[in-house]
């Protein structure tokens, strides 16, 4: 499928080439406040030209702005676009089905046994959700977390690189841990 990325930033350019590594073509930038190379317009301008029949969207929003993150996403969903979850081939993921839309999974990340990743997360590599762990809507975490057996982590939060959520423990909605942090 062919994809555009809402966004057209540094992150959005690690969806750019993390979207080709699973086999989807790119299709070009999103961008609501700039024109240039690779920016196929505006999201009204893209309402009109893309349709949604033949393009899905990958969101390359960053972390510095989960609010706007979490707009778009439910723009996008509001507007019925496809919004497929981007797991890189060498991720390990025990229940595909587990993985919400417009999810981005890393190389080396893994989802065990009855996690769920809920819509537009993001799994940085060598990230492990253990089993029975839940992951909220446009949740962010870094390199090398570890979210522990039965924990759950709320919407709109992130988690920053080599944190580790001990098990059964509950992450409020719009948290911020540092990395290396453990909570619980």
Not at 138 to 155: D, E, K, M, Q
Request: charged letters at 20%.
């Amino acid at each position: 499928m062919k994809l555009l990325v809402y966004g057209s930033r540094d992150y959005a350019c690690l969806v750019r080439d993390h979207l080709q590594l699973c086999a989807h073509e790119f299709g070009g930038f999103i961008d609501d406040e700039s024109a240039g190379v690779g920016i196929a317009g505006s999201y009204s301008e893209i309402l009109r030209t893309h349709p949604r029949s033949q393009y899905g969207i990958a969101i390359g929003i960053g972390y510095k702005d989960l609010d706007a993150r979490r707009s778009v996403l439910q723009r996008l969903e509001r507007d019925a676009w496809q919004l497929p979850p981007l797991i890189h081939p060498r991720a390990w993921i025990r229940d595909l089905s587990s993985i919400g839309n417009g999810a981005v999974i890393m190389a080396a990340a893994a989802v065990e046994l009855n996690a769920v990743i809920e819509a537009g997360c993001v799994l940085w590599s060598n990230v492990v959700v253990s089993h029975d762990c839940r992951v909220g809507a446009n949740s962010f975490l870094s390199p090398s977390v570890t979210v522990c057996g039965f924990a759950r982590i709320g919407r709109d939060c992130f988690v920053g690189a080599g944190a580790v959520i001990v098990d059964h423990c509950s992450v409020p909605d719009g948290s911020f841990i540092r990395a290396g942090e453990v909570v619980g």
